[in-house]
């Protein structure tokens, strides 16, 4: 129905930054609030960065001031700036969008999740 691909992880050091991107593709009416969220070994899923479909962005506090939520609405993609990378930042990430999205007729919202990316940050 709606996937959603990721890209832009890998192994940085601290102090570093990366670019996350995470377009979506699919039977796409609207793209609602797109989200990024991260889970580190042995820790569960916790959002990093939100964004509405007006572009207002929230942060987890443990990135504020070195994440920076954006979205590109005319090609449906949610990007991710990460900056002054620590090494408490590794995780898997995984982009999240609330998506209008139909079948036949029938139209409705959705949540649809990537694939995840690994950043690694090494000291």
């Known amino acids: 129905q709606v996937q959603l691909v990721e890209s832009g992880g890998g192994l940085v050091q601290a102090g570093g930054s990366l670019r996350l991107s995470c377009p979506a593709s699919g039977i796409i009416f609207s793209i609602n609030d797109m989200g990024w969220y991260r889970q580190a070994p042995g820790k569960q899923r916790d959002l990093v960065a939100s964004?509405?479909?007006?572009?207002?962005?929230k942060y987890a506090d443990s990135v504020k001031g070195r994440f920076t939520i954006s979205r590109d609405n005319a090609k449906n993609t949610v990007y991710l700036q990460m900056n002054s990378l620590k090494l408490e930042d590794t995780a898997v990430y995984y982009c999240?969008?609330?998506?209008?999205?139909?079948?036949?007729?029938?139209?409705?919202?959705?949540?649809?999740w990537g694939q995840g990316t690994q950043v690694t940050v090494s000291s």
């Open positions: 964004i509405t479909s007006n572009n207002s962005p």
């Open positions: 999240n969008a609330i998506v209008t999205t139909a079948r036949g007729s029938f139209r409705y919202d959705a949540s649809f």
